[in-house]
C-alpha cells in the first residue's frame, strides 16, 4: 500500500453516547486504497459501535464520515453503494440457497440484472464457494457461512470493506482461509477489520489502531508497533563459528553484546549508529559463518499492555 493511494474512507471525531454512556470519544482515522487496517481492542473498547457507525448501520451523535468523497450523513446512498459489511453475527438466511442468496444481495445492492451472473462467478470463485451455489446455508460449516457472508459484502465491487471480528468462532484451519481471503481482498479494496486477537493484526494488517474505552490512544504499522517501547535499538546475530565474545564487542557501533546461545548474540546498539553492515562484513572475512540479522522486536501483547495501561500514543 502506497501512502499515495487514494483516501477511500475518513471519519473525523466520531462521538456516540448510549444514554449517558460515551462509548465512543473523538475516533479519527483514515484508510486508503490497497490498505488492510486492524482495529484492536479489548472487549468493550468500542470496536463494534465504530464499525457500525462507518457502515452507516449506526448514526454517530457528532462526527464526520467519507466513504470515496461522500458524506455518509449527506449522501448516503452513494456512499453506502461503496461500502460492503459483515457484522459480527454473519448476515445469511440459514434456510435459503448460496446462489439465491447472493443474488439477492446483489439485487439489493442495486446491480444491473445483466451483470448479476458475472459477478456471482466472480464472487463465489474469489471466496472459494464455487462447489456450494445449490447447497442451503444452514447445511454448511461455520467457516464457510462466514465465505458466504463475505460474499454478500463484496459481490458488488465495493472500494471499502469493513469486518467485525471476521474469525470469531472459527475453528483453526477456518481461521487460517479466512485470514488468507482478507489478505487478497486487501490487495484489490479497502479493507477494516476489528478484533481482539494480536495475531491477527501481525499476520494480516498493513496498519493496526488501538481503541481504547472509546478512544484511539495509538496507530501505527504492526512492524513499528513491534519496535514500541524498546529502549535501544537492537538485533539477534546468528554466528556458527563465532569468535570470543571481547571481538564482538570491539566493533565500532557495539554498545553491548549478550550471549543467548552458543551462535546466537544479542547486539544493542545508538539509535544513530547500526553496526549490522560492518558485522556481516568482519564476519565474511573471518569466516564466521553469519546467518541474517533478526531484528530486536517486543511482543505483541506485551506491546499491547503497556500501550492500553498508559493510554498514551
Not at 12 to 27: D, K, S, T
Not at 175 to 181: E, K, S, T, V, Y
Request: glycine fraction near 8%; include cysteine; charge should be neutral.
Amino acid at each position: 500500500m502506497s501512502v499515495t493511494a487514494p483516501i477511500t474512507l475518513a471519519a473525523h471525531n466520531l462521538v456516540r453516547c448510549f444514554g449517558r454512556n460515551e462509548a465512543i470519544r473523538g475516533v479519527s482515522l483514515q484508510l486508503r486504497q490497497g490498505e488492510v487496517l486492524g482495529l484492536l481492542g479489548q472487549n468493550g473498547a468500542g470496536k463494534s459501535t465504530t464499525l457500525q457507525m462507518l457502515a452507516g448501520t449506526l448514526l454517530p451523535q457528532s462526527g464526520q464520515i467519507e466513504i470515496c468523497g461522500f458524506d455518509l450523513t449527506r449522501h448516503p446512498r452513494m456512499a453506502k453503494a461503496k461500502i460492503g459489511f459483515v457484522p459480527e453475527r454473519v448476515p445469511v438466511y440459514q434456510d435459503m440457497k448460496v446462489d439465491d442468496f447472493l443474488m439477492f444481495a446483489a439485487r439489493l445492492r442495486r446491480m444491473p440484472p445483466t451483470r448479476i451472473m458475472d459477478a456471482l462467478a466472480e464472487t463465489k470463485y474469489r471466496c472459494s464457494l464455487q462447489d456450494s451455489g445449490k447447497k442451503i446455508i444452514g447445511t454448511l460449516s461455520k467457516g464457510y457461512q462466514q465465505r458466504i457472508g463475505i460474499a454478500q459484502a463484496i459481490i458488488h465491487q465495493p472500494e471499502v470493506i469493513i469486518l467485525d471480528e471476521p474469525t470469531v468462532s472459527l475453528d483453526p484451519s477456518q481461521i487460517r482461509d479466512i485470514r488468507a481471503l482478507i489478505r487478497e481482498l486487501g490487495s484489490l479494496y479497502s479493507v477494516i477489520l476489528s478484533t481482539h486477537l494480536l495475531d491477527e493484526v501481525e499476520s494480516i494488517c498493513d496498519r493496526a489502531e488501538i481503541l481504547h474505552h472509546g478512544r484511539l490512544v495509538y496507530g501505527s504499522t504492526s512492524a513499528q508497533m513491534q519496535q514500541y517501547g524498546l529502549n535501544q535499538p537492537g538485533f539477534i546475530l546468528t554466528l556458527l563459528s563465532p569468535p570470543a565474545l571481547p571481538e564482538l564487542q570491539s566493533v565500532a557501533g557495539v554498545q553491548q553484546v549478550d550471549q543467548l546461545s552458543a551462535t546466537q548474540f544479542r547486539i544493542l546498539h545508538a539509535h544513530d549508529s547500526n553496526p549490522g553492515a560492518a558485522l556481516l562484513e568482519l564476519a565474511a572475512k573471518k569466516g564466521w559463518l553469519a546467518e541474517p540479522l533478526v531484528p530486536l522486536r517486543s511482543a505483541l501483547e506485551d506491546v499491547f499492555m503497556q500501550i492500553t495501561q498508559t493510554g498514551k500514543s
